[in-house]
């Protein structure tokens, strides 16, 4: 399967702890984008990266968010000091260049007790 | 946050019927995109559109894009049980993409 990957698929956190998200994009794409995808809502952008360069990031990026791709393949995207309001579905997308089709991936569901 | 608007939310339709969603947008655009998410999975890309283009087809998709207008349409002819998902429209300027809200499209066997 050469699409884009994400792991977990599903996480459960209580509120207060840290969790880790991981996406590998397609292998040849160099950017690679983070969405956040709530219930009955469109995805909303949160930053996307050019190779290893972090070139945008959203407001909705609090402080408590932070992303990285540190070899320009793989992305993790981290949430410190989880809430009840991160709970959503975290979507990673990439793509050849910008602007271009961005594929998805099938995301990871968060849910915060 | 979401600039898109689509029109209708919601739309339920029978099987062998044509569907029809709106989408409308607020900012020049270098591309709009429609995707599809069936429930609770990932967006599947579906058809882009530049701001040069006027009218696209994919198989049973045809999508139209009227800049004057800030506006796009999405027919799905012929729709089957399958097609039920949510569709969006995206909106391309810079890198990022911003979403509507979604038409969630019910196509009744």
């Known amino acids: 399967d050469t699409g884009v990957s994400q792991n977990p698929r599903h996480k459960i956190t209580k509120r207060g702890q840290n969790v880790t998200f991981r996406c590998d994009p397609i292998?040849?794409?160099?950017?690679l984008y983070w969405y956040r995808q709530t219930l009955g809502q469109g995805p909303e952008f949160l930053t996307y990266?050019?190779?290893?360069?972090?070139?945008?990031k959203s407001r909705l990026l609090s402080d408590r968010f932070s992303a990285e791709r540190p070899k320009g393949s793989f992305s993790t995207l981290e949430i410190q000091r989880t809430e009840q309001g991160d709970s959503a579905m975290y979507l990673c997308?990439?793509?050849?260049?910008?602007?271009?089709?961005?594929?998805f991936g099938p995301g990871t569901r968060l849910t915060v007790l | 946050s979401q600039q898109g608007e689509e029109d209708p939310q919601a739309l339920s339709i029978q099987e062998g019927e044509n569907a029809t969603m709106n989408c409308s947008y607020k900012?020049?655009?270098?591309?709009l995109q429609w995707y599809r998410q069936n429930s609770g999975r990932g967006l599947v890309h579906l058809i882009l559109?530049?701001?040069?283009?006027r009218e696209k087809h994919s198989g049973r998709l045809r999508v139209t894009l009227d800049t004057s207008k800030k506006s796009s349409s999405l027919l799905i002819t012929a729709s089957r049980a399958a097609d039920t998902a949510s569709y969006f429209c995206?909106?391309?300027?810079?890198?990022?993409?911003?979403f509507g809200e979604g038409t969630q499209l019910t196509v009744n066997p």
């Open positions: 995206a909106e391309t300027s810079g890198s990022r993409l911003t």
């Open positions: 559109i530049r701001s040069n283009e």
């Open positions: 292998s040849e794409h160099n950017r």
């Open positions: 997308a990439s793509s050849l260049a910008g602007p271009d089709t961005q594929y």
């Open positions: 990266f050019q190779n290893e360069a972090q070139l945008e």
């Open positions: 900012t020049s655009i270098n591309n």
